[in-house]
C-alpha cells in the first residue's frame, strides 16, 4: 500500500469523524448524557490544580506527539518522492496484509476515540480542573473502561506502526507508564470530588482493559 492511499484513508477517516463530531456538538448537543451524573466543585485549594506530575504530563504528550509527527512524515512522504531516501531510516516493509490490518485498527481505534470525546464534553489531552458544574463521563466507552482516549491514543501507537511501516510510533510505548500515572492521579482527584458516585463508577470498571463479565450458575 503506498504513501497516498495510506494518507487518503487517513483523510476520509478523519473528514467523517470531523463531521460526526461537528453534529454532536452543535446540533445533538450531548443528548447521550442525560443521564450521566452531574458532580459540583467545592472550592477547595487542593482541588484548584489540574492532577498530574511534570514527567506523567510529558509522558503523555510523548505518545501523542509520536503519532501526530508519523502523520506528518506520511504526508511529506506522498508529497515528494525525494523525501523517501531519508525516511528509509524510520520505515519498515511491511506486507500488504499488515498494512491493511493496521488501517482497519486505525479506523476502529479512531471512531473510538471519537465516542470517547462525544460522551466527556469536559475531554482535554491532559486533564484540567473542571468547571464549578460538570458531567461526569461514565457512559459509551466510559462503561467499559475509566479512559478510554488514553487508550485509544496509546493503541494507535501499535496500529500507526502496522499501517505505515513507520517505526516512530512504536517509541510511544515508552509513555506508557506516564498515562498509567497520570490516569492514576486524575482518579484520585475525581475521588476527592465525587467519592460516592465515582467510587461506584470505579468499581464496576478497569481503567484500560473491559472487564470480563462472570456468569454466575444458579444451582
Known amino acids: 500500500?503506498?504513501?497516498?492511499?495510506?494518507?487518503?484513508i487517513i483523510a476520509i477517516t478523519w473528514a467523517?469523524?470531523?463531521v460526526l463530531y461537528s453534529i454532536n456538538r452543535f446540533l445533538i448537543k450531548n443528548a447521550f448524557l442525560k443521564h450521566s451524573p452531574k458532580i459540583i466543585r467545592p472550592h477547595v485549594s487542593t482541588l484548584s490544580k489540574p492532577p498530574g506530575t511534570i514527567p506523567s504530563k510529558v509522558g503523555v504528550l510523548f505518545v501523542f506527539t509520536v503519532n501526530i509527527i508519523t502523520i506528518i512524515l506520511l504526508l511529506i512522504d506522498s508529497l515528494s518522492s525525494s523525501i523517501n531516501q531519508?525516511?528509509?531510516l524510520v520505515k519498515v516493509n511491511?506486507?500488504?496484509?499488515v498494512n491493511v490490518?493496521?488501517?482497519?485498527?486505525?479506523?476502529?481505534?479512531d471512531i473510538f476515540g471519537l465516542f470517547a470525546m462525544v460522551f466527556n464534553p469536559n475531554y482535554t489531552p491532559l486533564y484540567?480542573?473542571?468547571?464549578q458544574e460538570f458531567i461526569l463521563a461514565t457512559q459509551g466507552p466510559y462503561g467499559l473502561i475509566r479512559?478510554?482516549?488514553?487508550a485509544s491514543e496509546a493503541f494507535l501507537n501499535i496500529a500507526l506502526f502496522l499501517f505505515t511501516g513507520i517505526w516512530l510510533p512504536i517509541l510511544g510505548l515508552i509513555g506508557w507508564v506516564a498515562i498509567y500515572y497520570q490516569a492514576r492521579a486524575e482518579e484520585n482527584y475525581l475521588m476527592a470530588l465525587a467519592p460516592k458516585d465515582y467510587g461506584e463508577y470505579r468499581k464496576k470498571t478497569n481503567?484500560?482493559?473491559p472487564k470480563l463479565q462472570r456468569k454466575h450458575s444458579v444451582e
Open 147 to 150: 479512559h478510554p482516549r488514553y
Open 128 to 131: 484540567t480542573v473542571p468547571p
Open 101 to 109: 490490518v493496521g488501517s482497519i485498527l486505525f479506523v476502529v481505534d
Open 86 to 88: 531519508y525516511l528509509v
Open 207 to 209: 481503567m484500560f482493559v
Open 94 to 97: 511491511l506486507p500488504l496484509w
Open 16 to 18: 467523517t469523524l470531523l
Open 1 to 8: 500500500m503506498n504513501s497516498q492511499n495510506k494518507l487518503l
